[in-house]
């Protein structure tokens, strides 16, 4: 069975970091596209970052840019949000998602695209 399981959520005072985990079972994420996305209360789900499956090229939302980094190791097929500086306004649950990518390079930053879904994680930001 397919799954993605996160960790690493909890609760930052802004201006600080927090690395979110996730893990694949059931499959090896080196043939998948990975995304990140999150959703705040009210709110749509964001597209946040992607790496395409050889982990050669990203893609990032203009909120985050330069504030958050996507790692990706497929020997242990996991991946990694690297969320730095954060502000109140990151607040929400964080969800990773894979879909399998028959070109190795491609990297899509719609949520209709993925096929697997991580849990979701929560992310909190206050002093």
């Known amino acids: 069975q397919m799954q993605l399981v996160e960790s690493g959520g909890g609760l930052v005072q802004p201006g600080g970091s927090l690395r979110l985990s996730c893990r694949s079972t059931?499959?090896?994420?080196?043939?998948?596209?990975i995304g990140w996305f999150r959703q705040a209360p009210g709110k749509e789900r964001e597209f946040l970052a992607t790496?395409?499956?050889?982990?050669?090229?990203?893609k990032y939302a203009d909120s985050v840019k330069g504030r958050f980094s996507v790692f990706r190791d497929n020997a242990k097929n996991t991946l990694w949000l690297q969320m730095n500086n954060l502000k109140p306004d990151d607040a929400a649950v964080y969800y990773c998602?894979?879909?399998?990518?028959?070109?190795?390079?491609?990297?899509?930053?719609?949520?209709?695209?993925?096929?697997?879904w991580g849990q979701g994680t929560q992310v909190t930001v206050s002093s």
């Open positions: 790496s395409s499956a050889n982990g050669d090229y990203t």
């Open positions: 059931g499959f090896t994420l080196q043939y998948y596209a």
């Open positions: 998602a894979a879909t399998r990518a028959s070109n190795r390079n491609w990297i899509a930053n719609r949520d209709y695209a993925y096929e697997s």
